[in-house]
Every structure is written in C-alpha cells, then in structure tokens.
C-alpha cells in the first residue's frame, strides 16, 4: 500500500469522540492551528495534509490525475490505520468537497459534517470565472493564477489574513501539483450536482461569511434543500471564515456538535 498521507493528531484520554480537519487547495495542516486549542478541548482531532500540500509537498504520488473519491479514499486510509471507528467530519473551502466524499463513500462512519466556507454548487457565474481563470492560468503560471484566485474570492482589506496565509502556504505545491489540482475542475460540476441533490440523514452545518460573495448564494440553497442541513452566517466575514473569524467559527461549531 501507498505511504499514508502525512497527518497528525491530538488526543486526550478524557474524549472519545473525533473531529477530521480537511484543509483547502493551497492550504495544509498549519490551516488550522486557531482551531486545535478550543476544537480539542472537547474532541480528538485527526488533521491531513492532502497530496501535495504541507508535508506531502516533497513526496512522488503514484497517480498522474486526481479524482475526490481516491483522495477520499486516502483519507479514510489514514483513520483505518488510526483504528477510529467514527468521526466528525470538518473541511474548509475545497475540503468541504471532499467531506462530501467522503460521506458518500462511508456514510456509517460520519457521525456529523461541518463546512465552512462551503462549496456546493457552481452558479453560472463561478462556471464563467473558473473557465476564464483556467485558461489565463496556462498564459500566467499556476502559481500567479492561484494568488489571482486568493484575491477573486477573498477581495476585501478584511480578508487580506485569509488571502496570505493560502498564498503563502501555497508556495509548496510544485507545478505538477497545481495541475493535478486544477484538472479536477473539469468533474467538479458532475461532483456537486450529485451532492447537492443526494439526501441524507447525517447532521450537516455549513459556516459561511456574510461577505463570500462566490459560495454563499448556493449554500443558502443547499441549507433550504436538505432537512438535515443548517446554515450559519457570520457577519462582515468572508470565505475563510476559521481563520477571519477564528473564535466565532470555533464556537459555533462547538455549540452545532455538543447539540446534534
């Protein structure tokens, strides 16, 4: 078997129940470092590093394409060999995608899905702007084009730490990466209509900023679609809503997974 993706974990012997933390594209287990403090305080939590990303930068992965379902699939890798039988599902941005996944593949062992910054549908105009982008990213290089993308998505001075630290952790991912990456837009669309329209009966809570001008409008939909689905929306915040507003998402989810 293929070397398990790089991960960490912090546990204590007072709780039982785990949270999985799925950064975005671009983004690595250091994504996630406001919440590790107040989230494990309550829970075990299990971070991933995705292909490519953090401390998978520098290691060969034998696929030439990626899908969601085989990174899915490495990431339940990752808790079978931890030996965790259940778990809250947590995934920012991209991650959220991949949470999806994850439900759809092992819906038994998800006891609850949390997304911020969710992505659930693309709008015509999320369609337009990922075509245009795409193409303007072969003439620009993958790397402007993902610090072009932090500014389309997060334009405002009050984004402008959420904008940083994805440009900065960004710097990572090789060129072959960002293409691996960026080809599974091409799926994307097929990806979240099945998602979008598949009913389920798992907890799910989307935490989205009142300012995420691309993701909001259909999470909205999606929170009114699904009975099991809520939605929270933080105020002047946009679409990193765990790093912008760090403690406000940290409570919110805390109060959605105590109360499920």
Not at 220 to 230: E, M, W
């Amino acid at each position: 078997m293929e070397q398990l993706l790089n991960y960490e974990t912090y546990k204590q012997p007072s709780h039982s129940e785990w949270i999985l933390l799925v950064h975005g594209a671009g983004g690595s287990t250091r994504t996630w470092k406001r919440q590790i403090s107040q989230l494990g305080s309550k829970y075990n939590l299990l971070v991933v590093d995705l292909p490519g990303h953090g401390g998978n930068a520098k290691r060969t992965f034998i696929e030439t394409t990626y899908s969601f379902e085989s990174i899915a699939e490495k990431m339940w890798e990752v808790t079978d060999h931890l030996q965790i039988a259940k778990l809250h599902l947590v995934g920012i941005s991209l991650g959220t995608i991949l949470c999806l996944q994850m439900r759809l593949l092992q819906p038994e062992r998800v006891l609850s899905v949390v997304m911020p910054g969710a992505i659930v549908k693309l709008n015509l105009k999320l369609k337009i702007l990922a075509r245009v982008s795409l193409t303007f990213a072969k003439i620009i290089g993958f790397r402007n084009f993902y610090k072009l993308s932090a500014y389309i998505m997060m334009p405002r001075g009050n984004h402008k730490k959420s904008r940083d630290v994805f440009i900065k952790e960004s710097k990572a991912l090789t060129v072959e990466e960002f293409k691996k990456w960026t080809n599974l837009y091409f799926n994307l669309n097929k990806t979240l209509n099945h998602f979008f329209h598949t009913p389920t009966a798992i907890p799910h809570l989307l935490i989205m900023g009142s300012q995420d001008h691309l993701f909001l409008p259909p999470a909205k939909t999606y929170s009114q679609l699904h009975d099991n689905a809520s939605i929270a929306v933080i105020p002047d915040c946009g679409h990193v809503v765990s790093i912008e507003q760090a403690n406000q998402f940290n409570q919110i989810c805390l109060s959605f997974l105590e109360g499920r």
